[in-house]
């Protein structure tokens, strides 16, 4: 099929996915790319590819051809690319042990550089709590360099899921420096099973969530910085409980 208009319905749904509210209506989203359409494509994620024409790519799906001046409007990029793909928002799985909560994370090059990490370190799902950003925004997924297939990431209102968690006794831990431990000192089998809550970039945790939280974990580092980028105390922690020693 190649589509040539502007006005087509497909290219006007294409381009309303730029919005969050229309995303989680429809439970779909664009990506564009080789790397993002082929994880995404290992994942069974793909809906439908969507090429400039003339653009060959020899997967075994539905695939809708477009104008070089289609793909300049439903795009999200500066560089547009000639490879897109409409996907499914992925089914949630179940929690796993070893769970990621995010409280209050705004920037979505935070966000993927998360899920990255996550991937990266035997991370089972990855909980989204109500006040941070969008998974399916095009900064986020782009950021997830398609790891955001690799990863069960669910949303949920923290403080009742955190309770949730206690009853399945789940030890929760949460991230001050106050009262913590240096999460280098962690016993192997506190490592085993457990969330772990990473707040947001000014503010961190919470305070009525830091209360649910049954340890908290500090990283040790010379005293004259005084904080780390969410994305690379994360990074860091679940580097250390992913260790075995």
Do not use: W
């Not at 996915?17 to 989680?24: D, P, V």
């Amino acid at each position: 099929m190649l589509i040539t208009s502007l006005e087509n319905e497909r290219v006007k749904k294409y381009n309303k996915l730029k919005e969050r509210k229309y995303r989680e209506k429809q439970q779909e989203f664009l990506v564009e790319g080789m790397h993002l359409v082929l994880e995404a494509y290992k994942k069974g994620q793909i809906i439908e590819l969507i090429l400039e024409k003339d653009e060959v790519l020899p997967l075994d799906l539905p695939t809708v051809y477009v104008t070089n001046e289609i793909i300049h409007r439903i795009t999200s990029l500066e560089t547009p690319t000639n490879i897109m793909a409409l996907c499914k928002f992925p089914e949630e799985k179940p929690l796993g042990n070893r769970i990621l909560i995010l409280d209050g994370i705004q920037d979505p090059g935070n966000l993927g550089t998360i899920i990255r990490s996550a991937a990266a370190f035997h991370i089972d799902t990855i909980v989204l709590g109500e006040n941070t950003v969008d998974l399916y925004n095009p900064k986020t997924i782009r950021s997830t360099q398609g790891m955001l297939f690799h990863v069960n990431v669910i949303k949920r209102e923290l403080s009742s899921f955190l309770d949730e968690l206690k009853e399945q006794n789940i030890p929760i831990y949460g991230t001050r420096v106050e009262y913590g431990e240096d999460v280098r000192s962690l016993h192997t089998n506190d490592k085993n099973k457990f969330a772990l809550i990473m707040g947001n970039e000014g503010a961190g945790v919470s305070p009525e969530i830091l209360e649910k939280c049954d340890k908290y974990l500090y990283i040790k580092m010379d005293d004259a910085v005084e904080s780390l980028n969410v994305s690379i105390a994360t990074s860091i922690i679940l580097y250390e409980l992913d260790r075995r020693d």
